[in-house]
């Protein structure tokens, strides 16, 4: 089947770009849980900022459930609620407006606070806070910048005013914090998430490339990992913190705080397209579709934000509170699916897809991918089929961003769960190959229960041979069903 991007009444085929979908309070229970897969969610994200581990235990115990019941891999996601710097208290739980030009001081006094100063229970922050660094509280109403430091408190001078009251957040935009990307419940939440299973681990606040390598050596290689880019100290070491990581979620909630909000569409465009040319999953994250958590119909912007995540490129979007504790979690992914098959069926999709495309050849895995993709460009197939025993092949397909659905055969559960947020790519678990012979018929079987095809069309098939070794992507072929 020659596809044909200009045509928008051919048959509607997979999404290429991937929902994920976060549980909370409106979307836990097991028929709602099903509903989201039914309409299309890839994977579901566990948020360990909320919930207990017998709560996330029973979910996980459930979605697993609906993985056997409809017969595909569904991704869990672990995001791990890494360090909150917040304010102490001030006296009587008093709310303070600070007005601009107003002097306030931050210091490790555990008086209860006034309208002039409190606590910031975070003496080492004080400690690497200079004159001139801004301080951030309450998601970013009220600003600050450092005028003075002196012996355990710096004095602020307020820039925009808002109000302050108990255990508000601060954010300090480019301070090279001097902790952990993770404080000791990520590490109990992240061994806690091993023994689930999860299939990835987002990493929060990350900072410098070292937080993603704490986290390897805490949880092994079993789970991929998801660096968080929301700080902008992560944003400028980009390239030393893909080189670790498994994937990147553009977590645009932090980033338009700790960063001008002018700032947050280009370093999503940058994020992406690294991304991309390293092989590596990226999430798009954050309000992406907010007003449904009130509403059963989203903003016109919002759409146009969906959409325009899709065609750029990203491997996955997500929704966040809008499916956690929103009164219309199954809406807001039904118009999510929608938008983003709308995208995929308009003539200025596959354009924008060929418009960055990574032509880097660094290895025969990387070149027996590239000319699979130009092949299928030319040829009458139904779809791409790898077969991988790692991933490694499945991601240089998806890199490739090709028109056509990518069916991966894959051996491993783990390996079909974690590749489920990969563009294009439709994981099946299958039994392991000997040889090319061997994975015929496999192919043929896979492709016609998946819908992608039907006796007598052709499939493209990359795998690499010797079968079983990793990263030894070295052939296509051309196959009749």
């Known amino acids: 089947m020659q596809l044909d991007p200009q045509n928008e009444r051919q048959p509607q085929l997979p999404r290429h770009t991937k929902i994920l979908a976060t549980v909370g309070p409106a979307s836990s229970k097991p028929e709602v849980l099903e509903k989201l897969v039914e309409l299309g969610v890839n994977g579901f994200r566990l948020n360990f900022s909320h919930g ?19 017969h595909r891999p569904i991704t869990i996601l672990q995001d791990l609620q890494g360090p909150k710097i917040r304010l102490g208290q001030f006296a009587d739980g008093a709310k303070h407006v600070l007005e601009v030009g107003a002097t306030f001081t ?66 300090l935009p480019g301070v090279d914090l001097p902790f952990s990307a993770m404080t000791d419940k990520d590490r109990e939440d992240a061994k806690f998430g091993q023994e689930l299973g999860v ?7 990350v900072q410098r490339a070292e937080d993603v390598q704490e986290l390897r050596d805490l949880i092994g290689p079993r789970s991929r990992i998801m660096a968080k880019m929301e700080m902008p100290n992560a944003i400028k070491r980009i390239d030393s913190i893909i080189d670790l990581c498994d994937g990147m979620m553009v977590a645009r909630g932090d980033l338009g705080v700790e960063m001008p909000l002018e700032e947050v569409p280009p370093i999503q465009k940058r994020i992406i ?8 999953v990226v999430v798009v994250a954050t309000q992406m579709l907010e007003s449904m958590t009130q509403n059963n119909t989203p ?14 490129g990203a491997d996955c979007l997500m929704l ?9 979690p199954v809406e807001a992914v039904e118009v999510m699916s929608r938008v983003i098959k709308r995208v995929e069926i308009s003539p200025a999709w596959k354009p924008l897809m060929d418009a960055r495309h990574p032509e880097s050849v660094q290895n025969i895995g990387d070149a027996i991918t590239l000319g699979a993709h130009r092949m299928s460009q030319q040829l009458d197939i139904s779809a791409i089929v790898t077969f991988t025993s790692s991933g490694s092949t499945a991601m240089r397909m998806s890199r490739q961003r090709p028109l056509h659905p990518i069916m991966v055969l894959t051996p491993e559960k783990l390996i079909a769960r974690q590749l489920n947020l990969g563009w294009g790519l ?13 994975l015929v018929p496999l192919a043929s079987q896979a492709m ?34």
């Open 52 to 70: 207990s581990h017998d709560v996330h235990r029973e979910v996980v115990k459930n979605i697993r459930a609906l993985e056997e019941k409809h």
């Open 106 to 171: 931050l210091d490790n006094d555990k008086t209860p606070g006034t309208a002039q100063r409190v606590q910031l229970p975070h003496p080492e922050i004080l400690e690497v806070l200079n004159e001139g660094d801004p301080v951030y509280v309450n998601d970013g109403v009220v600003k600050m910048r450092v005028t003075a430091k002196k012996d355990g408190a710096v004095e602020c001078v307020v820039e925009a005013s808002g109000p302050v009251s108990d255990r508000k957040g601060v954010n």
């Open 199 to 205: 299939d990835w681990v987002a990493l929060s606040f």
């Open 273 to 280: 397209r690294r991304c991309r040319e390293e092989g590596k």
């Open 299 to 312: 903003t016109r912007a919002e759409v146009s934000d969906v959409a325009n995540a899709a065609y750029e």
């Open 320 to 328: 966040s509170a809008e499916t956690a504790a929103g009164d219309y």
């Open 426 to 438: 439709q994981p099946h678990v299958a039994r392991d190959v000997r040889d090319f012979e061997d």
């Open 448 to 481: 016609i229960e998946r819908g992608l095809g039907a006796k007598g069309c052709n499939i493209l098939i990359t795998a690499g041979v010797p079968f079983g070794v990793s990263g030894s992507t070295n052939m296509v072929r051309v196959v009749t069903l």
